[in-house]
C-alpha cells in the first residue's frame, strides 16, 4: 500500500506519516518530497524565482522566511505556490511508482485539512 499525504501546515502529516511507517506502510510524504524537490529541481527553482522573487533561493537554497513572506501576504499568494509545487509532486509520486515502488494494494490520498485533527 502507498499512502500519499498532504494537509496544511500543522495538520499532522508527519505525525500520520510515523504512525503509518510504523505499522510497515510505504509511505510518499508529499511534503518531505515537496522540501526535496524544492533543494534538487532547478526547474521548480525557477519557477518559485519567477513568482515569489529572484531573492527566494540564495546559491540554489531555499529561503524560507521569503517564502513564508510571500505566503502570508495572501491566499492568492498560497495558490499561486501550490500551483507550481503541487504538479511538480504529483508527477515525482507517479515516477516513483512507474520505477517500482512497491505497491501491495492500491494508491490511498488521504487530505489532512484540520488542524486540531490529530493531538
Known amino acids: 500500500m502507498i499512502v500519499a499525504l498532504t494537509g496544511g501546515i500543522g495538520s499532522g502529516k508527519s505525525y500520520v506519516c510515523k504512525l503509518l511507517a510504523e505499522r510497515g506502510i510505504s509511505v510518499y510524504d508529499c511534503d518531505a518530497h515537496a522540501k526535496e524537490l524544492m533543494r534538487t529541481s532547478q526547474p ?21 522566511a521569503i517564502l513564508a513572506a510571500y505566503l502570508l501576504r495572501s491566499e492568492a499568494h498560497v495558490q499561486a505556490v501550490n500551483a507550481v509545487i503541487h504538479p511538480v509532486v504529483a508527477y515525482d509520486l507517479s515516477n516513483r511508482v512507474n520505477r517500482g515502488l512497491k505497491v501491495r494494494y492500491s494508491l490511498i490520498v488521504v487530505l489532512i485539512s484540520v488542524p486540531t485533527l490529530i493531538k
Not at 45 to 50: G, H, P
Request: net charge negative.
Open 44 to 64: 521548480l527553482q525557477q519557477q518559485l524565482s519567477a513568482l515569489v522573487g529572484e531573492d527566494v533561493f540564495r546559491d540554489g537554497v531555499l529561503q524560507k
